[in-house]
């Protein structure tokens, strides 16, 4: 089992910047790969990035490329998410994800290939 916990976010004017933070605990966490999903209201939950187990590897939806940086520092057990230049189109609840590398491999995208989630943090983004 792993357990996730969010943080960081909030209320922030458009081309600003927020860091989330995931905190994660329990077995094994450095072998988990991590997503970060987000659902708007009255949306279905989306992609936004990935990272593989070691942090060689990221993945981004096309809507936060060039924008969005997702790391990790397994010392900590965290992953981040650093978003930059934010829209209000970026407004929407933020979940970090995990599971393990064999059963996330070419699916990082894919909310069903995550078995273990965070309960998400807030993110506003005024025009």
């Known amino acids: 089992q792993v357990q996730l916990v969010e943080s960081g976010g909030g209320l922030v004017q458009a081309g600003g910047s927020l860091r989330l933070s995931c905190a994660a605990s329990?077995?094994?966490?450095?072998?988990?790969?991590m997503g970060w999903f987000r659902q708007a209201p009255g949306k279905e939950r989306e992609f936004a990035a990935a990272?593989?187990?070691?942090?060689?590897?990221?993945y981004y939806a096309d809507s936060v490329k060039g924008r969005f940086t997702i790391s990790r520092d397994n010392a900590k057990n965290t992953v981040y998410l650093q978003m930059n230049s934010l829209k209000p189109e970026d407004t929407a609840v933020y979940y970090c994800?995990?599971?393990?590398?064999?059963?996330?491999?070419?699916?990082?995208?894919?909310?069903?290939?995550?078995?273990?989630w965070g309960q998400g943090t807030q993110v506003t983004v005024s025009s």
């Open positions: 994800a995990a599971d393990n590398p064999e059963r996330v491999q070419g699916r990082y995208a894919y909310t069903g290939a995550y078995r273990y």
């Open positions: 329990g077995r094994t966490y450095s072998r988990r790969a």
């Open positions: 990272i593989s187990w070691s942090g060689g590897s990221t």
